[in-house]
């Protein structure tokens, strides 16, 4: 990434440290076009999670975000001290089993090193019915072209594994892992977590996200034109299938026969 295009105020801070967080959250707070996005993505979490049968609300790898502002009830964590509720590690989720509704992620996925050691932890402490909701890097070819070469995080969607090694939680990852695990390697998936059912991956409004810098580079937009590209955004709402960014993916454990009341809805699955 070019220096004058580096947010400067991050400049110096330990990547992943409390401060840093910290940082990130008043710049999303700060960035009207930015907010606008992640406000988004809670509404639809939110809305994930309001459709389980009870159960705790989990957020994993919450960083730098503002989910608790909005749902008190939400149990947030990540897996560095002092950022937010709980020190919480996918691999490991300390609850009992059948007890939490919904497990919540943004771009947080990808960073998990072992996700069938995450997901044989969900199946055991998921309620029949609960949701896993995720907002994940996308796989359309703007998304691979962008992601692959100027971002700082790998996406290496030719690997044939799902797991990596990992010294360092902010970057080491893999951006390509859900489409991965989800796509190209849906029938595996489907194989080992039969509890599991995909209910959706959509495709999410990307331009005026990318247009902001997300949270690494700088605000370059005038306030006057906040309204001008929110109305471009949804003019190019045809086009996400090449250029969306990130998808958000619903998971739902399967009540193999508890009665449990769903809300009517339709599989979304958009390549």
């Given at each position: 990434?070019?220096?004058?295009?580096?947010?400067?105020?991050?400049?110096?801070?330990?990547?992943?440290?409390?401060g840093f967080f910290a940082r990130q959250k008043a710049l999303i707070l700060s960035r009207p076009l930015l907010k606008r996005c992640y406000d988004d993505w809670y509404r639809r979490l939110?809305?994930?999670?309001?459709?389980?049968?009870?159960?705790?609300?989990?957020?994993?790898?919450?960083?730098?975000?503002?989910?608790?502002?909005?749902?008190?009830?939400?149990?947030?964590?990540?897996?560095?001290?002092?950022?937010?509720?709980?020190?919480?590690?996918?691999?490991?989720?300390?609850?009992?089993?059948?007890?939490?509704?919904?497990?919540?992620?943004?771009?947080?996925?990808?960073?998990?090193?072992?996700?069938?050691?995450?997901?044989?932890?969900?199946?055991?402490?998921?309620?029949?019915?609960?949701?896993?909701?995720?907002?994940?890097?996308?796989h359309t070819p703007f998304a691979r072209l962008f992601f692959k070469h100027f971002h700082h995080e790998p996406y290496e969607d030719g690997s044939q594994q799902w797991s990596f090694a990992?010294?360092?939680?902010?970057?080491?990852?893999?951006?390509?892992?859900?489409?991965?695990?989800?796509?190209?390697?849906?029938?595996?998936?489907?194989?080992?977590?039969?509890?599991?059912?995909?209910?959706?991956?959509?495709?999410?409004?990307?331009?005026?996200?990318?247009?902001?810098?997300?949270?690494?580079?700088?605000?370059?937009?005038?306030?006057?034109?906040?309204?001008?590209?929110?109305?471009?955004?949804?003019?190019?709402?045809?086009?996400?299938?090449?250029?969306?960014?990130?998808?958000?993916?619903?998971?739902?454990?399967?009540?193999?026969?508890?009665?449990?009341?769903?809300?009517?809805?339709?599989?979304?699955?958009?390549?």
């Amino acid at each position: 990434m070019p220096a004058f295009l580096k947010e400067k105020s991050l400049l110096g801070i330990q990547p992943g440290s409390p401060g840093f967080f910290a940082r990130q959250k008043a710049l999303i707070l700060s960035r009207p076009l930015l907010k606008r996005c992640y406000d988004d993505w809670y509404r639809r979490l939110l809305g994930d999670a309001r459709s389980a049968p009870g159960g705790l609300m989990v957020e994993l790898g919450s960083g730098g975000g503002y989910l608790k502002d909005i749902e008190p009830s939400a149990i947030t964590s990540d897996v560095v001290p002092d950022v937010a509720d709980r020190v919480i590690d996918a691999r490991k989720l300390p609850f009992e089993d059948k007890s939490v509704g919904a497990l919540l992620l943004i771009h947080v996925f990808h960073h998990i090193p072992d996700v069938e050691g995450f997901f044989r932890e969900a199946r055991r402490a998921l309620v029949p019915g609960g949701v896993i909701s995720m907002i994940e890097v996308a796989h359309t070819p703007f998304a691979r072209l962008f992601f692959k070469h100027f971002h700082h995080e790998p996406y290496e969607d030719g690997s044939q594994q799902w797991s990596f090694a990992q010294e360092d939680s902010m970057m080491d990852s893999n951006q390509a892992l859900s489409w991965i695990v989800f796509e190209r390697d849906r029938k595996r998936f489907e194989g080992l977590f039969p509890d599991f059912e995909i209910e959706i991956m959509e495709l999410m409004p990307w331009f005026t996200y990318f247009l902001s810098g997300g949270v690494t580079m700088r605000y370059m937009i005038p306030g006057f034109l906040d309204r001008p590209l929110i109305l471009a955004e949804r003019l190019l709402a045809p086009f996400a299938s090449a250029f969306s960014l990130y998808w958000q993916i619903r998971l739902r454990k399967k009540t193999q026969g508890v009665g449990v009341e769903r809300p009517a809805m339709e599989s979304q699955r958009t390549k």
